[in-house]
């Protein structure tokens, strides 16, 4: 009786066991990757189904991080695809590789982005950007489809602020 010593990364391979530190590496490099295309693909679906027009719609996902491919309608659309790729769970910044289809006017005012802080409500940014409560329609209609209801936002949500 002994203890017998081996090459780890030499011989053959039973069960998936003894894998050398490349094929792991390469095994869990191709998880990653199924992964991150899962999570473009649902993202995709959601910007889809939100019925916006947009044209060759894609999303890339590297970890927190998401592309936007595309071609839409509008600026207003642009915007609407990346918040709802950047409103989601996990991903913290979108790379916009986005652009508006040449027949849309391009001096359209630039909107601006408010990020929802505890204790917000569209009636108080209203009042903070337009001076009027009573102008939170305004914001709630920039961000439908994404909005389903005023009351319905919520902290670290990123909304479109048109005309501030």
């Given at each position: 009786?002994?203890?017998f010593?081996?090459?780890?990364?030499?011989g053959?391979?039973?069960?998936g066991?003894?894998?050398t530190v490349?094929?792991?590496e390469?095994?869990?490099?191709?998880k990653?990757?199924?992964?991150?295309?899962?999570?473009?693909n649902?993202?995709e679906g959601?910007?889809?189904n939100?019925?916006?027009?947009?044209?060759?719609?894609g999303?890339?996902?590297?970890?927190?991080?998401a592309?936007?491919f595309?071609?839409?309608?509008?600026?207003?659309?642009?915007?609407?695809?990346?918040?709802?790729?950047?409103?989601t769970?996990?991903?913290?910044?979108v790379d916009?590789?986005?652009?508006?289809?040449?027949?849309e006017?391009?001096?359209?005012?630039?909107p601006?982005?408010?990020?929802?802080?505890?204790?917000?409500t569209?009636?108080?940014i209203?009042?903070?950007?337009y001076?009027d409560?009573?102008?939170?329609?305004?914001i709630?209609?920039?961000?439908?489809?994404?909005?389903?209801?005023?009351?319905k936002?919520?902290?670290?949500?990123v909304l479109r602020v048109?005309?501030?």
């Amino acid at each position: 009786m002994g203890l017998f010593s081996f090459i780890k990364d030499a011989g053959a391979e039973y069960l998936g066991i003894g894998k050398t530190v490349a094929q792991e590496e390469a095994d869990a490099k191709a998880k990653y990757d199924q992964m991150n295309q899962q999570v473009a693909n649902q993202l995709e679906g959601e910007v889809r189904n939100l019925g916006l027009d947009i044209g060759s719609f894609g999303v890339a996902v590297s970890g927190d991080k998401a592309w936007a491919f595309g071609e839409a309608a509008s600026q207003e659309v642009r915007e609407k695809a990346i918040l709802v790729v950047g409103n989601t769970n996990g991903i913290a910044a979108v790379d916009d590789r986005m652009y508006v289809r040449p027949e849309e006017p391009v001096a359209e005012p630039q909107p601006v982005f408010h990020t929802v802080k505890s204790g917000d409500t569209l009636s108080k940014i209203s009042k903070d950007v337009y001076g009027d409560p009573m102008r939170y329609n305004e914001i709630f209609e920039a961000n439908t489809p994404m909005l389903s209801h005023p009351d319905k936002i919520y902290p670290g949500q990123v909304l479109r602020v048109p005309n501030a």
